[in-house]
């Protein structure tokens, strides 16, 4: 179900018409059927008013199976305030608000700067995962999972 389909679902089982449905959002009718034809998205605030009003987590509202993986630095995206945002405002579920704000990267980072940066994470990783990787594992390792996302790929 993707997110035209649950403001739909959400409004309905709240027995909204869209005009009371806006009004909960301080948003026009207009913006509540576009939203629902998806013709629009909803920008990251509106989001976090829908999901506070009508009490439906973020991954809910999104129609997220699972937990979106940041496709520039690997980090689970979960909450919120995690998601990156396209220039207008809209959330993006492939990158995560640290490398991805406003429609563009907020860094230039290259692979390798990208693997280091990670690695100071290291410890949290490890213990995060029961292993216990050396900062040479963990480089390699990081550096495969890494070519594997799209910000990555085609760039060996
Ligand atoms: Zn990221």
Not at 28 to 47: M, N
Not at 50 to 63: M, P, W
Not at 98 to 113: A, D, M, P, Q
Request: aromatic share 8%; proline share 2%; glycine share 4%.
């Amino acid at each position: 179900m993707d997110l035209q389909e649950v403001i739909v679902e959400i409004r309905e089982k709240n027995g909204l018409s869209q005009e009371e449905m806006a009004n909960k959002l301080f948003v026009t009718r207009q913006a509540v059927s576009r939203w629902e034809h998806g013709e629009t998205y909803p920008t990251i605030e509106t989001l976090k008013a829908i999901s506070k009003t009508f009490e439906v987590d973020i991954a809910t509202l999104l129609g997220l199976q699972e937990t979106p993986i940041c496709q520039s630095c690997a980090m689970p995206i979960q909450n919120i305030d995690d998601f990156g945002t396209n220039a207008d405002d809209t959330v993006t579920t492939e990158y995560c608000s640290h490398c991805y704000k406003g429609g563009s990267f907020t860094h230039n980072r290259t692979v390798e700067e990208m693997i280091e940066s990670n690695l100071r994470f290291l410890d949290a990783f490890n213990a995060e995962n029961g292993t216990a990787y050396s900062e040479e594992e963990a480089r390699s390792i990081f550096k495969a999972h890494l070519l594997t996302l799209k910000r990555w790929q085609n760039r060996a």
